[in-house]
């Protein structure tokens, strides 16, 4: 199983980007997918996730500001950002939890990263 994450990039404070990330490969079938974020010198943290039934949570620093959807025919989810601020800075990492046979336990799958720059 592969997570392709895109979508990020450079822009100004107050901005908005939306970032992709398409799970593939051999999947019977994928569960919660989630974005989070690493900043230089600190932890990843959760940024938002869904569940397959769409139920979202987010952190409270991006309440507001991001949305998170996904569209399970495609094995895709998004981050739509917006009033963007230096804070949000980070690389970015889609992650999915994924069940390759019907029986058993989801594995979580994380993407390559997409880095999100905010100039002020």
């Known amino acids: 199983v592969q997570l392709q994450a895109s979508g990020g990039g450079l822009v100004q404070a107050g901005g908005s980007l939306r970032l992709s990330c398409a799970a593939s490969?051999?999947?019977?079938?994928?569960?919660?997918m989630g974005w989070y974020r690493q900043a230089l010198g600190k932890q990843r943290e959760l940024v938002a996730a869904i569940t397959s039934g769409g139920r979202t949570n987010y952190a409270d620093s991006v309440e507001g500001r991001f949305t998170i959807s996904r569209d399970n025919a495609k094995n895709t989810v998004y981050l739509q950002m917006n009033s963007l601020k230096s804070e949000d800075t980070a690389v970015y990492y889609c992650?999915?939890?994924?069940?390759?046979?019907?029986?058993?336990?989801?594995?979580?799958?994380w993407g390559q990263g997409t880095q999100v720059t905010v100039s002020s």
């Open positions: 992650n999915a939890k994924v069940y390759t046979t019907w029986y058993g336990r989801p594995n979580d799958y």
């Open positions: 490969g051999s999947i019977f079938r994928v569960n919660a």
